[in-house]
């Protein structure tokens, strides 16, 4: 039997990514699971433990860095950790299923480091830094400090696009999911 692929998309927030990744597992054309990642913050209201993230103590997270669980993990945001359960994954990959990361671009990277040819990564870019302003005031859900962050991050973040397999500008939101459908189609079947 084939064995599966990871697929890594990254992206500044506020770029639509989980949009897209959501566009795609929905369409049903996809034998697609989601890696659940660890963290140690907050859940935001409406995520689920073992949905959107694996909720940990900060003492618990590095316990499972201690045992070895991650592939990866990195600090995002000051304080803020998160990090890819190598369980997560490899369970799948033998059963034969596909995987979708959606991690921040220096974990996308090592990922593929572990993981080789199996591994496609895909960058999700902003049309522009004051347009992902734009979208992230009009989103509403962060302070004016957050935002601040947010944007010196996405700066970095724009910068490492080179050393992805793919990039997608988003500039329009129907197109970016179709041309993400054509990248991930032509990568599960190659
Ligand atoms: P958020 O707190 O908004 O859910 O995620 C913040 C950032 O952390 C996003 O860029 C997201 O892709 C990234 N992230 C989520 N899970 C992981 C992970 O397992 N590893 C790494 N390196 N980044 C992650």
Same mark, same amino acid.
């Given at each position: 039997?084939?064995?599966?692929?990871?697929? &890594?998309?990254s *992206?500044?927030?506020g770029?639509?990514?989980?949009?897209?990744?959501?566009?795609?597992?929905d369409? /049903?054309d996809?034998?697609?699971?989601?890696?659940?990642?660890?963290?140690?913050r907050?859940?935001r209201?409406g995520?689920i433990?073992?949905v959107?993230?694996?909720?940990?103590?900060?003492?618990?997270?590095q316990?499972?860095?201690d045992?070895?669980?991650?592939v990866?993990?990195?600090?995002?945001?000051p304080?803020?950790y998160?990090?890819?359960l190598?369980s997560?994954?490899?369970?799948?990959?033998?059963a034969g299923g596909?995987v &979708?990361?959606d991690?921040?671009?220096?974990?996308?990277?090592? &990922?593929?480091?572990?993981? /080789?040819?199996k591994?496609l990564t895909?960058?999700? %870019?902003?049309p522009?830094?004051e347009?992902?302003r734009h979208?992230l005031?009009?989103? /509403?859900?962060?302070t004016?400090e &957050?935002?601040d962050?947010r944007i010196?991050?996405a700066?970095?973040?724009? *910068? %490492?696009a080179?050393?992805?397999?793919?990039?997608i500008v $988003?500039d $329009?939101l129907?197109?970016?999911?179709a041309?993400?459908y054509?990248v991930?189609?032509?990568?599960?079947n190659?």
């Amino acid at each position: 039997m084939k064995k599966g692929k990871l697929i &890594v998309v990254s *992206a500044p927030s506020g770029c639509g990514k989980s949009t897209i990744i959501n566009a795609l597992m929905d369409s /049903g054309d996809f034998n697609l699971d989601f890696s659940v990642s660890a963290t140690n913050r907050t859940p935001r209201e409406g995520e689920i433990d073992g949905v959107h993230y694996r909720f940990l103590s900060t003492k618990a997270f590095q316990e499972a860095i201690d045992r070895g669980d991650f592939v990866e993990w990195e600090e995002v945001y000051p304080g803020r950790y998160y990090g890819t359960l190598r369980s997560e994954i490899d369970r799948r990959l033998e059963a034969g299923g596909d995987v &979708v990361l959606d991690i921040d671009v220096n974990g996308a990277l090592n &990922v593929k480091k572990a993981y /080789g040819a199996k591994c496609l990564t895909v960058f999700i %870019q902003p049309p522009s830094i004051e347009e992902l302003r734009h979208r992230l005031e009009a989103r /509403g859900t962060e302070t004016a400090e &957050v935002i601040d962050t947010r944007i010196n991050r996405a700066e970095y973040e724009i *910068a %490492q696009a080179p050393l992805f397999d793919t990039t997608i500008v $988003n500039d $329009n939101l129907g197109k970016a999911i179709a041309e993400a459908y054509e990248v991930f189609t032509h990568f599960i079947n190659s």
